[in-house]
């Protein structure tokens, strides 16, 4: 059986192409480690926030920039384990300062469509639980038990409609 997600890193490209490929079960993207490919960095400080790939230093790191004013990360090197590659990617030249990647970001809107979609939804909701206080997370419970009372009465109602007929 082969695994849902396969990474091929391929040796042939001096940029370090990564690519993903789905099985036929999930859509197939293929997501390239280029210049102007904004990512997601997972690990350390920055977890959660974007950045975008300015350099590529070697087939395992990438310089990334966020502009640390518009997304809060600093010019860095990272490893390429550490960033997962988004479907966003803007025209920027190699080694494009923090301004010119500023205007770029702000033209392009990218923070907004990274706001609007589904992944950053996830991690915002994930981030809210994780900060739930004791008396939060026992106010959740309360709703969903109340939720789920209101649910099942609704279902016992239409399934002793559908036995009568």
Request: charged share 25%; net charge positive; hydrophobic share 40%.
């Amino acid at each position: 059986t082969q695994s849902t997600w396969e990474a091929v890193v391929s040796t042939q490209s001096t940029w370090g192409c990564y690519t993903l490929q789905a099985s036929d079960k999930m859509v197939k993207r293929n997501l390239f480690v280029e210049i102007g490919r904004v990512c997601v960095l997972n690990y350390g400080a920055d977890a959660g926030k974007i950045a975008t790939i300015v350099d590529v230093v070697d087939q395992n790191k990438a310089l990334v920039d966020g502009p640390s004013d518009v997304t809060g990360v600093s010019r860095q090197i990272v490893s390429l384990r550490n960033l997962s590659l988004t479907a966003l990617k803007v025209e920027i030249g190699r080694g494009s300062r923090g301004a010119v990647l500023a205007k770029t970001l702000a033209k392009d809107n990218i923070k907004q469509k990274w706001e609007a979609s589904n992944w950053a939804k996830k991690l915002t909701r994930h981030n809210v639980r994780k900060n739930l206080s004791d008396f939060d997370r026992f106010k959740l419970m309360v709703l969903k038990k109340q939720k789920n009372r209101i649910i099942g009465s609704e279902f016992a109602k239409l399934k002793k409609a559908a036995n009568k007929k």
